[in-house]
C-alpha cells in the first residue's frame, strides 16, 4: 500500500522553474521506481511520461521533450522524489502526476501507485 502525494505546481511565466514534490507514505520509495506523467487538458486521453528514475537511481529515462531541461532524483531517505522543472514553456502545461512501479518502466499502464496530480501552467 502505497499514498503519493504531490506538490509544488503553479503558474509560472515562460522560462521559469519549478520544483516538483512527490512525498510517499505507507511504504519505503526505496523499494520502487518511480515516474513523473503529465495530461495536457483536451489533448492526450492518457498520461505520458515524462521521466522516471529507477529504485537506485541509477537508471534514468527523459522525453525527448523535456530532456535537458527537467531533471528527476529521490532522496529515499526522505521518502521523496522530485521533479526539477526549468525553461518551462507553454507547452508543458499540464496535470502532472507521480507514479509508482515494482521495476524501471516507462509507460504508464505499467505504474501501480499514482497521486492526484498537481497543475503545472506556463504562461506565454
Known amino acids: 500500500q502505497v499514498q503519493l502525494v504531490e506538490s509544488g505546481g503553479g503558474l509560472v511565466q515562460t522560462g521559469g522553474s519549478l520544483r516538483l514534490s512527490c512525498a510517499a507514505s505507507g511504504r519505503t520509495l526505496s523499494s520502487l521506481a518511480m515516474g513523473w506523467f503529465r495530461q495536457a487538458v483536451g489533448k492526450e486521453r492518457e498520461s505520458v511520461s515524462v521521466?522516471?528514475?529507477?529504485?537506485?537511481?541509477?537508471?534514468?529515462y527523459y522525453a525527448d521533450s523535456v530532456k535537458g531541461r527537467f531533471t528527476i532524483s529521490r532522496d529515499n531517505a526522505k521518502n521523496t522524489v522530485y521533479l526539477q522543472m526549468n525553461s518551462l514553456e507553454p507547452e508543458d502545461t499540464a496535470v502532472y502526476y507521480c507514479?509508482?512501479?515494482?521495476?524501471?518502466?516507462?509507460?504508464?499502464?505499467?505504474?501501480?501507485?499514482w497521486g492526484q496530480g498537481t497543475q503545472v501552467t506556463v504562461s506565454s
Open positions: 521521466a522516471a528514475i529507477s529504485r537506485s537511481g541509477g537508471s534514468l
Open positions: 507514479a509508482a512501479a515494482p521495476n524501471f518502466v516507462i509507460k504508464s499502464k505499467n505504474y501501480v501507485y
